[in-house]
């Protein structure tokens, strides 16, 4: 009796297992993205508002963006328009969730690698979940809004049936697999410091794709394009959309093989991704080798040099840590060094195309005064050091100081070589003080929002992942900070605004170097009031603070 009941607990989990019935993978998953949105939304009313107001916003923008496409049908050029929007939807579905803020935790499969998951069912489950998001539905409205614009006859409305469903699936499929296969990369600290690269050449990509739009329709409009869109229709998942239009023309023969590239390829990306994702669970990870650690003389040499220059103090000791982030944290490098670039980039384009003006210097100011917004969600969970020294407002107001100094340091002189290289470009030396003072009035304005904004919006970024910049639940939170901001900020700015237009149109030109003065005091007197009204609430909200940027 006593040997029976030894042995049969050991027996009992095998049986209890063998006869339990199989769980669905792909529910499990799609279950496991709701709750990670949902939970992300528990314990802040603000952050439901947020969040549902962006949902909001997006499908707006998806309504209204599906609407304008099927405005074209009957265009002579609505099939070349359609197209290349389907592989520039293609190309952002890529790149976009490696480079810019997703907050999807299941984008990362390592994760998942200790887990006795075999690759088939996972990739499934994965794809259902991908499946689940603003994103997949703003994809799905531009995809019926592309068919619509092209799909003529009783061909073309049969071909735009399976087109919608294609499309989204190669998207979504491919960036699962370009973030699968590159998954090691991006979550080492080298991928991290790849990221700057990465984010710089969009930035510059971007900026020549709007150029490059500006001449066009200057020089021709849509007409100029179809050579291009010969090509790309060929290029999947950009021939599930060239397959209708193919349809719809009565070529049933181009369609029937654009439909074959377009079911191959997402076929052979399954298998690929299948092929990573079982790479990733039997390899190791080399990317968690400990670094070596820096010579006392250079741990000895971090205490000297530039630093000898900031006050002394807990201003300097915060103007360091801020800066050191700069220099190190790869994120908060990332988006610096992209702030610097395109704030350059933009006013010296204009230039260069003809159709600048020394006022888009402020661009640059614009760029960079971002950087002062979720100041405190840049010190992750090491926050509740800082934490522990604030009691007081006056204590707060010196901690966010202190930032803003830090910030000061390096927006003020790059606004003044901006605005330098912009009017010499624009030949405009007469306009640089006005230019110049409105751009520092802008950059004062934006510390202000951006103290506040850190004060009442602040968000965790996460540290697991090299370009997951929110955690989950909080985009909205983050946008709505950030947008909310920018536009306050304009308000703030715009009795120097005002007066600079006011100038310009009464020919008072003479008169336009007092907006140096006057943005420089009124920047500055804005920083102060922002930061004098954000103190309190910080002093006062620091559990908040502290629970909402170490959510990540």
């Known amino acids: ?23 669905n993978l792909t529910s499990v998953f799609v279950r496991l993205k709701l709750s990670l949105i949902r939970n992300g939304l528990k314990g802040s009313s603000k952050r439901k508002a947020a969040y549902f107001g962006s949902l909001a916003f997006s499908l707006v923008v998806a309504v209204f963006a599906m609407l304008g496409l ?7 050029h609505a099939g070349t328009a359609v197209v290349l929007l389907a592989a520039i939807l293609a190309l952002g579905w890529t790149f976009m969730p490696l480079f810019f803020p997703t907050g999807d935790e299941t984008l990362d499969p390592s994760r998942l690698v200790m887990l006795p998951l075999r690759p088939r069912p996972l990739v499934r489950a994965l794809l259902a979940s991908s499946l689940v998001g603003i994103g997949p539905l703003f994809t799905v409205c531009l995809a019926v809004g592309s068919v619509v614009a092209v799909a003529r006859g009783a061909a073309g409305i049969v071909a735009a049936v399976p087109a919608v469903p294609l499309l989204l699936l190669g998207c979504v499929v491919l960036a699962r697999t370009v973030a699968t296969a590159n998954v090691r990369l991006l979550t080492s600290r080298k991928g991290r410091d790849l990221a700057l690269l ?42 599930a959309i060239g397959m209708v239009d193919s349809a719809s023309k009565g070529s049933y023969g181009v369609a029937a093989a654009q439909l074959a590239v ?16 079982t790479s990733l669970m039997v390899t190791p990870d080399g990317s968690t080798i400990a670094a070596a650690k820096p010579s006392a003389k250079r741990e000895a040499a971090d205490g000297v040099g530039v630093w000898a220059f900031l006050p002394a103090g807990r201003t300097g000791a915060v103007m360091q840590r801020t800066l050191r982030y700069v220099v190190r944290d790869p994120k908060t490098k990332s988006a610096w060094v992209t702030a610097l670039a395109v704030g350059l980039i933009v006013p010296v384009f204009n230039a260069l195309q003809g159709t600048g003006s020394v006022y888009l210097a402020c661009f640059g100011a614009g760029m960079l005064g971002i950087q002062m917004y979720n100041q405190f969600g840049q010190d992750t969970s090491a926050f509740w050091m800082v934490a522990q020294t604030i009691s007081t407002p006056r204590e707060a107001f010196v901690e966010l100081r202190a930032r803003a100094y830090a910030l000061a340091l390096v927006t003020v002189p790059y606004t003044l070589l901006v605005t330098t290289v912009t009017a010499a470009l624009v030949h405009n030396w007469s306009g640089f003080p006005a230019a110049l003072g409105v751009a520092l009035a802008l950059l004062g304005s934006m510390l202000c929002t951006g103290a506040l904004a850190s004060a009442r919006f602040p968000y965790s970024i996460p540290t697991d992942g090299a370009f997951k910049n929110v955690a989950p639940g909080q985009a909205g939170l983050a946008w709505a900070g950030i947008f909310g901001g920018m536009l306050t900020s304009v308000v703030i700015c715009s009795p120097v605004i005002a007066l600079t237009i006011y100038l310009n149109v009464a020919d008072h030109t003479s008169l336009t170097w007092i907006l140096l003065p006057l943005g420089t005091a009124w920047g500055a007197l804005a920083t102060w009031a922002g930061l004098r009204l954000a103190a309190p609430t910080v002093a006062g909200k620091l559990p908040e603070i502290l629970l909402a940027v170490s959510k990540g």
């Not at 029976?4 to 607990?9: M, N």
């Not at 377009?262 to 994702?277: I, M, N, P």
């Open 198 to 239: 990465s984010g710089l050449l969009i930035a510059v990509g971007a900026q020549l794709a709007n150029f490059a739009s500006q001449r066009l329709f200057q020089s021709g409009g849509l007409a100029q394009l179809e050579p291009v869109e010969a090509v790309v229709r060929w290029l999947p998942p950009a021939t």
């Open 262 to 277: 377009t079911v191959l390829a997402l076929v052979l990306l399954l298998r690929f991704w299948e092929r990573s994702l």
């Open 1 to 23: 009796m006593s040997t029976a009941s030894a042995s049969a607990p050991a027996g009992a989990p095998a049986a209890a297992s063998a006869g339990a019935p199989a769980v």
């Open 70 to 76: 099927a405005v074209l049908h009957g265009n002579a």
